[in-house]
Structure formats: structure tokens, C-alpha cells
């Protein structure tokens, strides 16, 4: 009997045809997800070979007040456990081992931080992981949650420099040139990365990531948190931050708490969440943030080819960056990349200055302050965290404290941004407190200085619009407001030649 013309149809469901056709298709996906992952770069990462002596590096969390002292602690923490005090109720340090990094010499460091530096390679592209064997050398480079933060513009301000201070050598490091427009990127990379290590190995010791926050560190943690898919958590005192600040957690998916207190309130409130929830800590009480905000101070270093300025001034509030960057200068200089430390100058609002109240008295107390309202909102803080990590690192460099008022912070800015910066009001006080400390003599004419600008102009709109259009309580001396013009030419040109002298 002739065959009907219909094909049998085998036990799998498709004819053999068929099956044949839907095989070579497999093949092929498997071949393009082959040779996908051979060229994604985390995959690059895991086949690349490490260091090969870089089994010996390791860091560990020790008590604050050990590294202060200059003694060997015998109290020692692992970075994988969630613990923020010692025993004592002290803060934790990161501690490194130095003999093991010391194994390779300074050119070694130098070169291979050079070749690193701003590449895709992964992590290393970054300029915090390009530092990686000095930051969290025993992370796995597959757990780094990065946005390539870092590298960041030191840019010349040559013309505020010889117009305003006749200064010839000074300088801005934009670190609000960064993913979330703030420096608090470049300690939240290294936090976020490790909570992410922890979670792989002990799901359940993690369930979200949390903090306090003036504005930056918490649109910092929603974006890695973001990127990780680690749930985040932020505590904000209600009204006191930019709209641009608040925006970016809640864009972000993070759960946003307005809270009708300040900082300090919050950080009550954070601390008390997290002794009893598996929330991490993410503010910077946790030290492991300043691991890497310490790696600015590394990239100054060789951004002027391992030359270290006389003099950097960074904006204070809750005190771990001027410590952070005391770290990341003294470890440049102890494994031989430089010679010496610059004096640093911590710069405060006078509406929020309990380090500069302490400075003035030689630090032989300190008393916290109820820190008043200031256009320097994230630094709008009376009683900081890292007060002893902050008195610790200004004597060590023979360091100073300034402090700036509204008036002064806002016209610094604005004059700067004359000059072609765009500052936010944190960096118009540390620019405020640089006109201070030279007209006084204190910072010469050539003294190579480096200003700390801790987060963009563009984050703080609204404090510029203000001082434009002198809808603020101030003489705004700076103030360049739009002319209304009526539409004729004369009318136009009467207005430049007017402005211009025409």
C-alpha cells in the first residue's frame, strides 16, 4: 500500500526534520552565549590570572582606638562580619598587611596603577578598583559592584587661582564628577561590593542595606544597591535636602523614610534599626566606605606623577573624608610611592562646626552642637562619627580647621563659578576657607593646593537660583541675574553696551 504522503512523526514530538533544524539552533545559541560570555568583562575577570604573590594580601577590621594608639591589636575582625564597634564601643579600621604589599616595590605600584587606570578592564577600569590590592584585596573580582567611579577631573583653576588669591599652582579635584554627582560613590562601591560577597556566601545575614543621610550617601547606596539588586533603606531628615538629592534614591527604587528630625536624629534611628534587623550599616561609621574614598587622595598622587601637594583642603560634616584621605596619602608614603603628606585643612560650615570649635581650643575637648540650617547641607552635622579619626589625621599633618558662613560659602562659589566651575555650596566652603587661610599667609602663592569638591553644582540648583535672583537673606555680592530685555534691537543693545562698556 502506498504511503498516505504523511511523515511519521517520532516519539520526541517534532518530525526529524524538524528536530534537526531546532538542534542546529541550540548549537548555535550555545555557541553565541559562548562566545558572549568569553567577551563580557566580568567573565575576562574571573579567567585572568591574579598577582602572583597576591594570596598574601589581606585586610581586616581592628579597633579604631589600637591604630590610634600605634599598638598591635590583638582584637581582629573579618571583613565578611557585620560589626561596626569594638568591644569597647569603639569605631573598626580597615587594616592592611603592609609587609605583603611591600613585597612589591614603588615603581611596581606606580606602573601597574598607571596601566589600570580608566580602562574597561574589570574592575581595574574603575579608580577605586584600579587600587584594588589596597583597598579589599581578597574580594572576588565577580562580586565588585562598580560604575567606574573615580578618575575624576583635578582640574587647573588657574584663573581663580592668579585672579582672586594670586595663586599660581592651585588646584579642584572634581569628585562630583562621578555616577551619583558625589564622592560618597567611591566608599558606596567598596561597601556595596562586599555586602554583595557576603550575601553569595550567607544569604540570610543581609536582607537590606540601610542609612542615614544628608542627601549624597543616600542616592550613593540606592544606585550600587540598584545595581546589585540588594534592597536599600534611607533615613532623610525631612525638608533639609536638595529636590535633585531626594530624587535620585526614590528613582532608584530604594525605600526613602522622611523623617521629621535632622542627621543626627537619623542616625539615632539607623543605629537602632540595625542592632536589631539583618540591615547593613552603610554610613561612615562603617570603615569599609573609607576604603575607598581613601583612593582619591592615591589619585591625586599620580595625577601629579606621585608629587604630593603642600596643602589639600576637604569639606567636613561627619568627619570620615579628611580621614579618609589622611589614609590614602600615609599609605602612598609608608610603601614608598611618596616622600611625604601634605597638611591638610578640614573646612566647616560655622553653622555646623563642633571640629572647629575643638580646633581653636587644641583639641583638648570636644563638644557636639545642635548644627543649624546651612545651604552646605551635607555637612549639616553637630555631632560627628568620626570626630577621633578626624583629630587624629589633622595632627598627624599638622593640619588645620577653618570654618565659613553662609555668606562667605555662597560668595566663594559663586565667584569661583565665574571662572568657569560650576561648585556646590560644600565646595564654596572649602574655597572659602583657601581666601581665609591666604590672606592670612597660612597657604602661600606657591604652594601647590588641592580644593576637595565633594559633589556637583548641579545637585544644589535651587541654592543657585536663590543666590542669583537675591531671594536669600545676604548681600549675594556675586549675583548675576537675567536682564528682562523688551524685544527690539535697541533696547538689546542698549543692555551689552551698558554691561560691557561698549
Known amino acids: 500500500m502506498r504511503s498516505c504522503g504523511v511523515r511519521s512523526t517520532p516519539v520526541g514530538g517534532f518530525p526529524s526534520t524538524r528536530r534537526g533544524v531546532v538542534a542546529t539552533r541550540a548549537s548555535n545559541n550555545a555557541q553565541a552565549a559562548s562566545v558572549a560570555e568569553a567577551s563580557d568583562i566580568r567573565s575576562q575577570a574571573r579567567r585572568r590570572a591574579p598577582l602572583e604573590k597576591a594570596f598574601l594580601f589581606n585586610s581586616k577590621f581592628v579597633p579604631f582606638s589600637d591604630v590610634q594608639e600605634g599598638v598591635a591589636s590583638t582584637e581582629v575582625y573579618d571583613l565578611e562580619e557585620v560589626v561596626y564597634r569594638s568591644q569597647d564601643g569603639g569605631l573598626l579600621d580597615v587594616q592592611h598587611d603592609m609587609e605583603s604589599l611591600a613585597i612589591y616595590g614603588p615603581e611596581y605600584w606606580k606602573a601597574l596603577f598607571d596601566e589600570r587606570a580608566g580602562k574597561t578592564t574589570w574592575p581595574y577600569g574603575s579608580g577605586v578598583w584600579s587600587k584594588k590590592e589596597w583597598v579589599l584585596p581578597e574580594i572576588s573580582d565577580q562580586d565588585v559592584i562598580s560604575m567606574f567611579e573615580g578618575n575624576s577631573n583635578l582640574f587647573w583653576a588657574e584663573r581663580f587661582g592668579r585672579e582672586v588669591l594670586e595663586m599660581t599652582d592651585l588646584w579642584v579635584k572634581q569628585c562630583g564628577n562621578s555616577h551619583t554627582g558625589s564622592f560618597k560613590d567611591l566608599g558606596m562601591t567598596v561597601l556595596v561590593s562586599q555586602v554583595n560577597s557576603i550575601?553569595?556566601?550567607?544569604?540570610?545575614?543581609?536582607?537590606?542595606?540601610?542609612?542615614?543621610?544628608?542627601?549624597?550617601?543616600?542616592?550613593?547606596?540606592?544606585?550600587?544597591?540598584?545595581?546589585?539588586?540588594?534592597?536599600?533603606?534611607?533615613?532623610?531628615?525631612?525638608?533639609?535636602?536638595?529636590?535633585?538629592?531626594?530624587?535620585?534614591?526614590?528613582?532608584?527604587?530604594?525605600?526613602?523614610?522622611?523623617?521629621?528630625?535632622?542627621?543626627?536624629?537619623?542616625?539615632?534611628?539607623?543605629?537602632?534599626?540595625?542592632?536589631?534587623?539583618?540591615?547593613?550599616?552603610?554610613?561612615?561609621?562603617?570603615?569599609?566606605?573609607?576604603?575607598?574614598?581613601?583612593?582619591?587622595?592615591?589619585?591625586?598622587?599620580?595625577q601629579f606623577d606621585w608629587e604630593v601637594p603642600d596643602w589639600v583642603i576637604v569639606p567636613g560634616g561627619n568627619l570620615g573624608n579628611i580621614y579618609a584621605f589622611y589614609k590614602g596619602f600615609k599609605m602612598c608614603r609608608d610603601l614608598g610611592l611618596t616622600d611625604k603628606l601634605p597638611r591638610l585643612v578640614c573646612a566647616q560650615a560655622a553653622n555646623a562646626n563642633p571640629l572647629y570649635v575643638s580646633f581653636k581650643d587644641d583639641f583638648k575637648s570636644f563638644q557636639p552642637v545642635k548644627a543649624k540650617q546651612t545651604f552646605a547641607s551635607a555637612i549639616q552635622i553637630g555631632d560627628p562619627v568620626s570626630i577621633n579619626r578626624a583629630i587624629m589625621a589633622l595632627e598627624a599633618t599638622d593640619g588645620i580647621v577653618e570654618e565659613a558662613t553662609e555668606e562667605e560659602l555662597m560668595d566663594a562659589a559663586a565667584l569661583a563659578d565665574q571662572t568657569g566651575m560650576f561648585n556646590c555650596p560644600h565646595t564654596g566652603v572649602a574655597l572659602a576657607a583657601l581666601q581665609k587661610l591666604r590672606s592670612k599667609g597660612v597657604i602661600g602663592a606657591n604652594d601647590r593646593t588641592v580644593v576637595v569638591s565633594t559633589a556637583h553644582g548641579l545637585k544644589f540648583a535651587q541654592a543657585k537660583v536663590a543666590y542669583h535672583s537675591k531671594e536669600i537673606d545676604m548681600s549675594c555680592a556675586y549675583a548675576n541675574p537675567p536682564v528682562q530685555v523688551k524685544e527690539n534691537l535697541g533696547s538689546v543693545i542698549d543692555v551689552i553696551r551698558q554691561k560691557y562698556n561698549m
Open 199 to 302: 550575601r553569595k556566601k550567607s544569604p540570610e545575614k543581609i536582607s537590606a542595606v540601610g542609612c542615614a543621610s544628608t542627601g549624597d550617601t543616600s542616592a550613593a547606596l540606592s544606585a550600587y544597591c540598584a545595581a546589585a539588586g540588594i534592597p536599600s533603606i534611607v533615613f532623610l531628615p525631612a525638608d533639609k535636602i536638595s529636590l535633585a538629592q531626594l530624587v535620585q534614591p526614590i528613582a532608584n527604587g530604594a525605600l526613602v523614610l522622611s523623617i521629621d528630625t535632622d542627621f543626627d536624629g537619623c542616625m539615632k534611628l539607623i543605629r537602632d534599626v540595625t542592632a536589631e534587623y539583618p540591615i547593613y550599616l552603610a554610613n561612615s561609621m562603617n570603615s569599609l566606605r573609607l576604603e575607598g574614598q581613601k583612593t582619591a587622595a592615591i589619585e591625586i598622587c599620580q
